[in-house]
T-cell receptor, first 111, second 112 residues
Framework: GESVGLHLPTLSVQEGDNSIINCAYSNSASDYFIWYKQESGKGPQFIIDIRSNMDKRQGQRVTVLLNKTVKHLSLQIAATQPGDSAVYFC??????????FGAGTILRVKS | NAGVTQTPKFRVLKTGQSMTLLCAQDMNHEYMYWYRQDPGMGLRLIHYSVGEGTTAKGEVPDGYNVSRLKKQNFLLGLESAAPSQTSVYFCASLDRGNQPQHFGDGTRLSIL
């Protein structure tokens, strides 16, 4: 089946800077996307989601952008903090409410 | 407010042994899922359930069985454990479509 992928496996940023994590998806029929954060020893934690009828959605310090033309998803984290260090996954909702996950991007925040 | 609870948290098995992983959710969600996560990879779907009494195969179902006798519980069984099944197993639940799945904190399983 089709899968979701990530461009950058590791991202290092300075504390206080903005972070951008990218994701490419291949199933043009997907209508719902989710970003998860996973800390060491924990399960994935929901950050933000977006439906295909939207281009942008904002949360607290996080923004998700969806570009359906090029099948690209990004997660922007403003004023990155040490507590943001984790692995970030994008996931695509397949038919039947099944998620397809990308491999993940490691975000490292330098103090 | 427990959410999704997985037991046990850690387990070591010998090749050929069997065991059952338990997932319990207290949110009255219809859908439940079992995933495995291997180093450097995203989560892969093993089996899932769209309601009490139903189960279906995911991407990597071989060597596993599941049961959903009660709405709040989803059991994952390994019939004859193999070293290739060494992984971290995550359970998730979902209320309805186009909503985020809620995950437990995983079971770390090593098979020697």
């Amino acid at each position: 089946g089709e899968s979701v992928g990530l461009h950058l496996p590791t991202l290092s940023v300075q504390e206080g800077d903005n972070s951008i994590i990218n994701c490419a998806y291949s199933n043009s029929a997907s209508d719902y996307f989710i970003w998860y954060k996973q800390e060491s020893g924990k399960g994935p934690q929901f950050i933000i989601d977006i439906r295909s009828n939207m281009d942008k959605r904002q949360g607290q310090r996080v923004t998700v952008l969806l570009n359906k033309t090029v099948k690209h998803l990004s997660l922007q984290i403003a004023a990155t903090q040490p507590g943001d260090s984790a692995v970030y996954f994008c996931a695509e909702n397949e038919y039947g409410n099944k998620l397809v996950f990308g491999a993940g991007t490691i975000l490292r925040v330098k103090s | 407010n427990a959410g999704v609870t997985q037991t046990p948290k850690f387990r070591v098995l010998k090749t050929g042994q069997s065991m059952t992983l338990l997932c319990a959710q207290d949110m009255n969600h219809e859908y439940m899922y079992w995933y495995r996560q291997d180093p450097g990879m995203g989560l892969r779907l093993i089996h899932y359930s769209v309601g009490e009494g139903t189960t279906a195969k995911g991407e990597v179902p071989d060597g596993y069985n599941v049961s959903r006798l009660k709405k709040q519980n989803f059991l994952l069984g390994l019939e004859s454990a193999a070293p290739s099944q060494t992984s971290v197993y995550f359970c998730a639940s979902l209320d309805r479509g186009n909503q985020p799945q809620h995950f437990g904190d995983g079971t770390r399983l090593s098979i020697l």
